[in-house]
């Protein structure tokens, strides 16, 4: 199904454009049945709202973890090359015997460097190593050893920012189609996002489809700007194709043109929340009146992302 110019791939064009305007040629070409259950990313479906996930949530797993993985694994690399060890206490009781036997004389700061190293159970550790060398050790000794706690300060540092990232990163919001009031609704980290179902913008992408709302933000002078929102129609955060997609499309407007029973054979369908999140997005204070204030003025929206590229 083509559904813009020949000329430039699909995956290239930023502006979007009406959802609304693709709802004849739906209605014309593709025949939709109801399931028990619509499959991904659809979460629920009741008389009045069907809600989809935001394709957000798999930014943990995709990305997150991989980059926490990596990042403990290089931190107990690192850790384990450089952290003093059985080696270091050998070479400590080695040094020390040589002096000891008169095999080499020394000046007294290289014979209590390797005994405080040693420290009083006789081994190397963290604690004696640091110690012995800002205390005995030449310049050079104490330059390397300040630039290998440093990386490994950094390296924890990033690499428990990343972890608590992670944990505390919340799910977040589905998007609600709403079939009695004809509104798309969402929010994201305190700021609400809507508009009609009429003035929805939509443009295709690698990852699926992205939808345009029109979202509150601070950025802007107006106090409102256009706010994106992904979602990937097979659930997963790669392999959409633009049949998926039109699958998907293609029961949003069965939804909200014909109801519940146009996408679904039950009363209502729900799709339990993953577990995996300790924390999700709370509905916005003042909720209410914020979204009316938002449809005030969402006429503006389509003129935007026509206009813009995001």
């Known amino acids: 199904m083509q559904r813009t110019d020949q000329t430039t791939p699909w995956w290239k064009r930023r502006h979007a454009q009406r959802l609304t305007n693709w709802r004849q040629k739906f209605k014309d070409t593709i025949e939709l049945d109801a399931y028990a259950d619509p499959g991904e990313p659809i979460m629920s479906v ?144 305190g700021k609400i996002a809507a508009c009609r179902f009429e003035n929805l913008g939509l443009r295709e992408d690698k990852i699926g489809l992205t939808l345009f709302l029109y979202g509150e933000s601070k950025k802007h002078q107006s106090g409102y700007w256009p706010t994106l929102f992904g979602l990937q129609p097979t659930g997963k955060a790669h392999m959409n194709s633009e049949d998926d997609n039109t699958f998907l499309m293609a029961q949003l407007f069965a939804f909200m043109d014909k109801g519940k029973k146009a996408v679904i054979t039950g009363e209502s369908f729900y799709r339990p929340q993953p577990k995996t999140y300790l924390y999700q997005d709370k509905k916005p204070k003042d909720f209410d009146s914020r979204l009316a204030a938002i449809l005030a003025r969402e006429h503006e929206l389509p003129e935007l992302y026509a206009k813009h590229t995001f």
């Not at 943990?60 to 080696?87: A, E, H, M, Q, S």
């Not at 000046?107 to 040693?118: A, C, G, T």
């Not at 330059?143 to 990163?169: E, H, P």
């Open 46 to 189: 009741d008389d009045n709202v069907l809600s989809i996930r935001n394709a957000a949530h798999n930014i943990r797993l995709i990305y997150f973890l991989p980059w926490v993985i990596g990042l403990w694994l290089c931190f107990i690399w690192i850790f384990n090359d450089i952290k003093p060890g059985k080696t270091e206490t050998n070479y400590a009781v080695h040094r020390i015997a040589i002096i000891d036997e008169g095999g080499r004389t020394v000046d007294s700061n290289e014979y209590n460097l390797h005994v405080s190293m040693l420290g009083e159970e006789g081994k190397v550790t963290w604690a004696t190593y640091v110690q012995a060398i800002m205390k005995y050790g030449d310049e050079s000794d104490k330059k390397y050893l300040i630039q290998q706690l440093i990386i490994l300060g950094v390296l924890a540092f990033v690499t428990i920012l990343f972890t608590f990232l992670l944990i505390r990163f919340p799910r977040l919001a589905d998007i609600y189609f709403d079939r009695k009031r004809g509104i798309v609704y969402t929010w994201r980290f």
